[in-house]
Nanobody, 124 residues
Framework: QVQLVESGGGLVQAGGSLRLSCAAS????????MGWFRQAPGKEREFVVV????????YYADSVKGRFTISRDNAANTVYLQMNNLKPEDTAVYYC?????????????????WGQGTQVTVSS
């Protein structure tokens, strides 16, 4: 089973940037699909972006398209989420997730490994 550990969250003003990291151990991510999801207080968990590690295809939520970028470091077995031009509505706990196989899905139920989450707070 893969273990995922997120880091990089924090408090930032609107318009600012943060980069989240998700370090994996236990298995190589090279045969996985990865995703970043977020959950704001009182709301359901929603997908932010998903990526097929081996194929490199990505799919972004409309709300973050053009502002967020997912990337990976094969040697470090780590996936990143660069978040630019942050808005107060981006405030949430951000989770990374992994699933075996190259297929990417927006639904969180398709992912079998989750990190503990990292808080992102954007002030107006």
């Amino acid at each position: 089973q893969v273990q995922l550990v997120e880091s990089g969250g924090g408090l930032v003003q609107a318009g600012g940037s943060l980069r989240l990291s998700c370090a994996a151990s236990g298995r190589s991510l090279s045969t996985n699909a990865m995703g970043w999801f977020r959950q704001a207080p009182g709301k359901e968990r929603e997908f932010v972006v998903v990526m097929s590690w081996s194929v490199g295809s990505t799919y972004y939520a409309d709300s973050v398209k053009g502002r967020f970028t997912i990337s990976r470091d094969n040697a470090a077995n780590t996936v990143y989420l660069q978040m630019n031009n942050l808005k107060p509505e981006d405030t949430a706990v951000y989770y990374c997730a992994a699933r075996r196989g190259a297929a990417i899905y927006r639904g969180s139920n398709f992912y079998d490994a989750w990190g503990q989450g990292t808080q992102v707070t954007v002030s107006s």
